[in-house]
């Protein structure tokens, strides 16, 4: 893969340094490159269990940012988005004369190097989705190489590298940059609008998405969820293959008989064209889930693996990293920490833990950015009345500053005012657990959910709740 990569970018890969190493993405990508026998080096404001296994693996990792952490044996250097241009190791770039390349530019050229790369693409369910696929294809002896957002138990990481062809990968939407992506089978789960400083209308998300589609080749696929209209309506003219899936009748892949036990956890018929194919039973809760390994079984009959290992695949994956996560269950107190940060992923997680019959649901929730935050403010509110105690902290602010009138406090008001549901703001992380652990009651369901720095908090409160309990 080195060569090739070498060629499609036209330089020498002597050492890449990555600024922001330790996000999951740039994290799985350093990997890729080390296992492939490149010198990596990178920084990043603070060390986690991501940049401790990069270091493990050989890469130098520098924690803050520094000139000196740049020199002129690097060939190339690879940075996030959220790295501000004025980064004084951009900088030191720039006056190096060395090529550097943003993350999805540097993604979007992996996928070429690659004749199977599989971009599963969607509002919601991408890591899910992805690493239920990666594990798939893993367990049934394809190789894949792999980076996703999420660690994927079956690989025992969020990275893999494989010797096959196939390589499989998130395609996120943000700014557009899942169409630098060059992908033979092409994944849509759903639309909807999102990222609203970038997007402004639904209408821009669905031409966004028209264009992932059309990357496609005549001989590749487009696998859509054809239970939605928005979907369906950028399924035309495509030059690919479309194959769709769902609940509906009208699908290529259909759900049916879908039975649930005492978790929430799903079993199902699929129907191909009519013809049955066979039932399935998940480790993972709720209907969306039906929907996103729909997604995952129709890849992975046209990558032909067989039924038998399909199955088996299918009910052994227990979920990606910090997706309806559990993080302890003390004295009948279950603490679960989810990404969701979106109303719609917000309002499947609560359903989903309801599925356990609590006594008492109670979710400590962190905003994601100011923007989103301030425009589905009302669909937030709506989404958290479903719990019974609910802990808001202070919003998450990403790559962003606050341009909006909107408060750390206000959606903890509005869930007061309009709502049964009890709120409270709180902003500090020690005091969220301090405060959750002490009220926390036998029969209670703890949910920690949102995109930032909140997960730490589920393990504080687990902690706590042992002590207390003790």
């Known amino acids: 893969m080195k060569q090739e990569l070498e060629k499609i970018l036209s330089i020498k890969l002597n050492k890449v340094h990555f600024v922001g190493i330790g996000g999951s993405s740039m994290s799985g990508l350093a990997s890729i490159l080390i296992e492939n026998g490149i ?30 952490n740049v020199d002129f044996t690097c060939s190339l250097i690879v940075y ?25 530019d540097f993604l979007g050229l992996l996928t070429k190097a690659y004749d199977m790369t599989i971009a599963v693409a969607g509002t919601h369910g991408k890591t899910t989705t992805s690493s239920l696929i990666a594990s798939i294809l893993y367990t049934s002896g394809l190789d894949p190489t792999v980076s996703v957002g999420g660690v994927v138990p079956a ?38 609008l999102d990222h609203v400083d970038y997007f402004q209308s ?30 369906l309506d950028i399924c035309s003219d495509l030059k690919c293959n479309v194959v769709t899936t769902g609940l509906n009748k009208n699908n290529d892949y259909r759900g049916m008989n879908i039975s649930y036990d005492n978790y929430g956890k799903p079993s199902f018929d699929v129907y191909k064209k009519g013809s049955f194919l066979s039932r399935f039973t998940l480790s993972i809760p709720g209907e969306h889930n039906v929907l996103n390994s729909l997604a995952a079984i129709a ?3 046209i990558c032909d693996v067989p039924i038998e290992s399909l199955s088996e695949s299918l009910k052994n994956f227990t979920g990606a990293g910090r997706r309806f996560e559990p993080r302890g269950e003390i004295n009948g107190i279950t603490v679960v920490e989810d990404y969701a940060h979106h109303p719609t992923e917000l309002k499947v997680t609560i359903e989903a833990c309801k599925n356990y019959k609590p006594k008492r649901l109670i979710v400590i929730f962190q905003p994601h950015t100011f923007s989103r935050t301030h425009y589905f403010f009302n669909e937030l509110s709506n989404a958290l009345s479903g719990a019974d105690y609910v802990v808001t ?19 903890a008001n509005a869930i007061n005012k309009s709502h049964l549901s009890k709120a409270v703001h709180i902003s500090d992380f020690e005091e969220i657990s ?33 002590i207390k309990f003790k």
């Not at 494989?162 to 789960?189: M, N, P, Q, R």
């Not at 639904?202 to 264009?211: A, D, G, P, R």
């Not at 036998?442 to 995109?451: C, K, R, S, W, Y």
């Open 434 to 466: 301090d405060h959750v652990s002490s009220i926390a009651n036998p029969g209670d369901f703890i949910l920690v959910a949102g995109a930032g720095t909140i997960n730490k908090a589920a393990y504080d409160i687990a902690e706590k709740l042992k």
């Open 155 to 192: 690989i025992n990481g969020n990275y893999r590298v494989g010797k096959s062809d196939f390589f499989v990968t998130e395609a996120c939407e943000y700014v557009d940059s899942f169409l630098k992506s060059s992908h033979k089978i092409g994944i849509i789960l759903n639309i909807e």
């Open 80 to 104: 996030t988005a959220a790295i501000d241009d004025e980064n004084p190791e951009l900088k030191k770039g720039r006056d190096l004369s060395i090529p550097m390349l943003e993350r999805s």
């Open 393 to 411: 902290t202070d919003i998450y602010a990403a790559r962003e500053k606050n341009k909006w009138p909107i408060r750390n406090e206000d959606l």
């Open 39 to 68: 010198n990596v080096t990178g920084s990043d404001m603070q060390s986690s269990s991501y940049t401790d296994r990069l270091v493990q693996a050989g890469a130098d990792v520098f924690i803050g940012h520094h000139s000196d």
């Open 202 to 231: 639904l209408t821009q998300v669905k031409e966004s998405f028209k264009n992932f589609a059309s990357i496609i080749p005549p001989d590749g696929y487009l696998i859509a969820n054809g239970d939605s209209d928005d979907i």
């Open 299 to 301: 890849c992975a009959d």
